[in-house]
């Protein structure tokens, strides 16, 4: 698994896992524009929705378990640290 897996370091994870055979089941908030591969497995997924995520992970699970999670889904506030709300 690798959460934020559209764009930036997730999708050159993603490339790279796939390069090395693996199957990779992947997640961020936005589409993935103009990539497929038939070993890559994308959902569209907010980390912050604890349903989804927990639907999405059962899922996995059904699958047979989950081997490696690479978690590199990341979010970013501008503000001072005490009006950070919590997630």
């Excluded at 992947?26 to 890559?40: A, D, L, T, V, Y």
Aim: glycine residues 12%.
């Amino acid at each position: 698994i690798v959460t934020g897996a559209s764009g930036g370091l997730g999708s050159a994870i993603v490339k790279l896992l796939l390069d090395q055979g693996y199957q990779v089941y992947g997640c961020g908030r936005s589409k993935i524009q103009g990539f497929s591969h038939p070993s890559f497995h994308y959902q569209i997924l907010d980390l912050t929705d604890q349903k989804k995520v927990m639907d999405w992970v059962n899922f996995l699970k059904s699958l047979g378990g989950i081997d490696v999670l690479v978690h590199n889904a990341g979010t970013s506030h501008f503000s001072p640290l005490e009006e950070i709300p919590d997630v």
